[in-house]
């Protein structure tokens, strides 16, 4: 990805970076990302030197049709690690031992916490799944990463860019060692969670929101469901009174 298309996004979009010097030359450490849009995925890994491997959506791996099969081999060449959010878990097992497993092999491990893209642009409650139990399990420093911008490149839904810059901003390493051995700690695990959110809202400045980001896309989804129902019962019962107007006195 680096070499195929990282030079072609640089140039194009010019994404701006801070703190590039909080990712560690060498040694494990886990990319903890607010998640705006999908090409969150290709413009943090294009600004770093190193690999990045990202947990997937299951559905990028196993979609039908040539579309979904050049997706997979895409998501697959890079590197990336296929996780089924359909779970009452969320992130499944075998995913979350992929990552202790990129960690333990020195690797650079990336999360998005929220578990899916801000359905509006705003910071949701992390998921005390992947990204604690790794942290814990592992020891390896949290890194808190802010992607700015990138949800009015790629909205949810557009295939094709817009040209602007996004930016990119890299907090310090967050240091949970304190707790390691107690991923089994329900507690601790939310405790870590908020606090790497805590860390993302204060270098992306955005709005936080106190429920989880696929909790807000059905709320959004039902909304607009009965905006919808109420509109389409607004014009059969105007429809229905100009009949009535319509129709001769007897």
Same mark, same amino acid.
């Given at each position: 990805m680096k070499f195929s298309i990282g030079g072609s996004l640089k140039l194009a979009f010019r994404p701006w970076v801070e703190g590039l010097e909080n990712i560690p030359a060498e040694g494990p450490a886990i990319l903890a990302s607010n998640h705006l849009s999908f090409s969150d995925s290709f413009f943090l890994p294009a600004m770093l030197d190193r690999k990045v491997t990202f947990i997937a959506k299951a559905e990028y791996f196993t979609s039908p049709g040539v579309k979904g099969r050049l997706t997979a081999a895409f998501f697959k060449g890079v590197g990336q690690l296929p996780v089924d959010r359909s779970g009452a878990r969320g992130a499944g097992e075998a995913a979350i031992k992929a990552g202790i497993d990129v960690i333990e092999s020195g690797g650079l491990f990336g999360i998005y916490p929220e578990g899916t893209?801000?359905?509006?642009g705003r910071?949701?409650? $992390?998921?005390p799944g992947g990204l604690a139990r790794v942290?814990? %399990?592992?020891?390896?420093?949290?890194?808190?990463?802010?992607m700015i911008d990138t949800e009015k490149i790629q909205p949810p839904g557009k295939v094709i860019p817009k040209?602007?810059?996004?930016?990119?901003?890299?907090?310090?390493?967050?240091?949970?060692?304190?707790?390691?051995?107690?991923?089994?700690?329900?507690?601790i695990l939310r405790s870590v969670t908020d606090e790497v959110?805590?860390?993302?809202?204060?270098?992306? $400045?955005q709005e936080y929101v106190d429920i989880y980001a696929a909790? %807000?896309?059905?709320?959004?989804a039902d909304a607009e469901k009965a905006e919808k129902a109420a509109r389409a019962e607004a014009e059969k019962a105007e429809k229905a009174q100009k009949k009535s107007q319509a129709r001769p006195a007897a």
């Open positions: 893209r801000s359905p509006d910071l949701y409650r $992390g998921k942290a814990l %399990a592992t020891g390896a420093p949290v890194i808190p990463v802010a040209l602007m810059r996004p930016g990119i901003r890299i907090g310090k390493p967050l240091d949970f060692s304190r707790y390691h051995g107690m991923e089994g700690d329900r507690f959110m805590y860390e993302i809202m204060k270098l992306s $400045g909790a %807000a896309k059905r709320q959004i």
